[in-house]
T-cell receptor
Framework: GAVVSQHPSWVICKSGTSVKIECRSL??????MFWYRQFPKQSLMLMAT?????????EQGVEKDKFLINHASLTLSTLTVTSAHPEDSSFYIC??????????????FGPGTRLTVL | KQEVTQIPAALSVPEGENLVLNCSFT??????LQWFRQDPGKGLTSLLL?????REQTSGRLNASLDKSSGRSTLYIAASQPGDSATYLC??????????FGAGTTVTVRA
């Protein structure tokens, strides 16, 4: 299957700082990328969907000014958590799919980034 | 809003036994359904993708069935091994193009 990478795999930061997480599709062009967060023992919650070159679409309740998403190329999307606070500590996972018909295509996930805000 | 339920929540079996994982979803208007595996602290690995027009999909020891009209999918894992221990997630893709996730079934295969 296709490979999606994330960097960093874990990060610890102080409250009030910003953190950037990168998501790359290594062997395919990702026309659409998704960002999820997952709390311990819970399932994945979709945060936003982004198409290359377009603004991200955020799910209800997700602050777009706090979670900045940039999908600048067909292989790279970034999530920046601005002014992070302890409640932002979570496991962030990106996902990507290729091709024009998103609804029919397999979705591939990255290995996740563990964010801890002190 | 799509609601996904996975039963059982946890399963522990001896090595060699066959596994049956159930998934039900409330909105049958789906494009496809994916089964994933998640190891602790890791991302998701795609196991199988079934399009809405398909009834079944197989990959090695894995077989997934889909009954779209009744909102059900089942993942069968034959001759389980300790390496199959993980959490299994099913995710139907609804007509808003998004995957919805259940809470998963955590499988432990005892050697």
């Amino acid at each position: 299957g296709a490979v999606v990478s994330q960097h960093p795999s874990w990060v610890i930061c102080k409250s009030g700082t910003s953190v950037k997480i990168e998501c790359r599709s290594l062997d395919f062009q990702a026309t659409t990328m998704f960002w999820y967060r997952q709390f311990p023992k819970q399932s994945l919650m979709l945060m936003a969907t982004s198409n290359e070159g377009s603004k991200a679409t955020y799910e209800q309740g997700v602050e777009k000014d706090k979670f900045l998403i940039n999908h600048a190329s067909l292989t790279l999307s970034t999530l920046t958590v601005t002014s992070a606070h302890p409640e932002d500590s979570s496991f962030y996972i990106c996902s990507a799919t290729s091709g024009g018909a998103v609804r029919y295509n397999e979705q591939f996930f990255g290995p996740g980034t563990r964010l801890t805000v002190l | 809003k799509q609601e996904v339920t996975q039963i059982p929540a946890a399963l522990s079996v001896p090595e060699g036994e066959n596994l049956v994982l159930n998934c039900s979803f409330t909105d049958s208007a789906i494009y496809n359904l994916q089964w994933f595996r998640q190891d602790p602290g890791k991302g998701l690995t795609s196991l199988l993708l079934i399009q809405s027009s398909q009834r079944e999909q197989t990959s090695g020891r894995l077989n997934a069935s889909l009954d779209k009209s009744s909102g059900r999918s089942t993942l069968y894992i034959a001759a389980s091994q300790p390496g199959d221990s993980a959490t299994y997630l099913c995710a139907p893709r609804s007509n808003d193009y998004k995957l919805s996730f259940g809470a998963g079934t955590t499988v432990t295969v005892r050697a």
